[in-house]
């Protein structure tokens, strides 16, 4: 009987040991960082197809608006359903397992990498193939040379990003899907900043 009792007590530790390392994992997951496996090729050729990342959600954590220039994630809107300048996001989990499993796990989620361009109320053009910002040109060395940015959605040629919404774009603007197909992102949707690539090893450091 004390056999059984010291093997159930040791059952029992390795189980909350678990439970609890399960707990903390998830925890810093989702509000510290986590890694992360480029799958597209619109951030071309500042991140490559089977880069590894690792992605900083402090930011989401604190609420914090991204600068211009910062590479960051977002929870993909619903592309069939633009109307504005602002993306729709109208499958919206319905009960706390959903969410969980959803949010936490992020089972069956879809997340888009892109470049932040433009600001709550500043002034955004797409003419030309090029992007001006409150009426100037936008320097953007990180684009290709012959990398020109056309336009994909009539409602995002000339207009002013919202209050509480970014305006994003991937380097790759001909293979990319972004704000100027389905609108600006609101910042309770952006999910983490890319921070540091950590493989392939020779490229290993902080994504500017």
Same mark, same amino acid.
């Given at each position: 009987m004390i056999h059984m009792n010291d093997t159930v007590k040791e059952i029992l530790e390795w189980t909350y040991c678990i439970?609890? *390392?399960?707990? #903390? *994992?998830? +925890? +810093?997951? @989702?509000?510290v960082g986590t890694p992360t496996i480029v799958q597209q090729k619109s951030m071309y050729p500042t991140l490559k197809q089977s880069e590894r990342l690792i992605l900083n959600r402090l930011a989401r954590t604190f609420h914090e608006m991204p600068e211009r220039g910062d590479i960051i994630t977002? &929870?993909? %809107?619903?592309?069939? *359903?633009?109307?504005g300048v602002t993306a729709i996001y109208d499958k919206e989990p319905e009960n706390w397992f959903q969410k969980f499993t959803y949010y936490v796990l992020e089972i069956n989620k879809m997340s888009y990498i892109k470049r932040v361009i433009a600001l709550p109320g500043e002034h955004v053009q797409l003419s030309e193939g090029k992007v001006f910002i409150n009426g100037e040109e936008l320097q953007e060395e990180y684009l290709q040379p012959e990398v020109k940015t056309e336009v994909k959605n009539t409602n995002l040629i000339d207009f002013v990003v919202p209050e509480g919404y970014v305006f994003a774009m991937g380097d790759?603007? !001909? @293979?990319?899907? !972004?704000?100027?197909?389905?609108?600006?992102? %609101? /910042? &309770?949707? +952006? &999910?983490?900043?890319? $921070? +540091?690539?950590? $493989? %392939? /090893?020779? #490229?290993?450091?902080?994504? !500017?």
């Open positions: 439970i609890i *390392a399960i707990v #903390l *994992a998830l +925890i +810093i997951r @989702y509000f977002f &929870e993909a %809107p619903n592309k069939s *359903a633009v109307t790759n603007r !001909d @293979y990319s899907s !972004d704000c100027r197909e389905f609108g600006c992102i %609101p /910042l &309770e949707k +952006i &999910e983490s900043k890319v $921070w +540091i690539r950590f $493989w %392939p /090893l020779n #490229l290993f450091g902080k994504i !500017d």
